[in-house]
């Protein structure tokens, strides 16, 4: 999976997605399909999500503080909305099973 780091204030951060990330986020309202209909309450909380797996306790102020002093939010939110995509790829893709289990349709 991809991750993002990001600097500040001499503090480094790694943003990332995770199963457990994606669905803390959906539990709290995220909706990836309502990002350009409701801009002002999905990017915040997709940048705010990828905190999640490796930075669960950080303040949400300090958070909105990080995002108002970043540079390329556009490339930042489309970076983000592909590592978004990653996790819900890894969900059904088969790429990563090693899987001992198997399925069939029984008629």
């Known amino acids: 999976m991809s991750k993002i780091t990001i600097t500040y204030d001499k503090t ?8 457990q990330s994606v669905k803390t986020m959906e539990a709290q309202g995220f909706v990836l399909d309502e990002l350009t209909s409701k801009p002002m309450t999905m990017i915040p909380m997709l940048f705010s999500g990828a905190f999640i797996k490796n930075h669960r306790g950080l303040k949400r102020a300090l958070i909105d503080e ?11 939110m489309e970076a983000l909305m592909e590592m978004y995509a990653e996790t819900l ?3 059904t ?15």
Do not use: C, H, Q
Not at 66 to 76: A, P, S, Y
Not at 98 to 103: L, V
């Open 12 to 19: 480094e951060y790694t943003l990332e997605y995770n199963r």
């Open 66 to 76: 990080i995002f108002d002093n970043i540079n390329d939010k556009n490339g930042l």
């Open 89 to 91: 790829s890894a969900l």
């Open 93 to 107: 893709d088969n790429a990563e099973a090693e899987g001992n289990a198997t399925w069939a349709r029984v008629n």
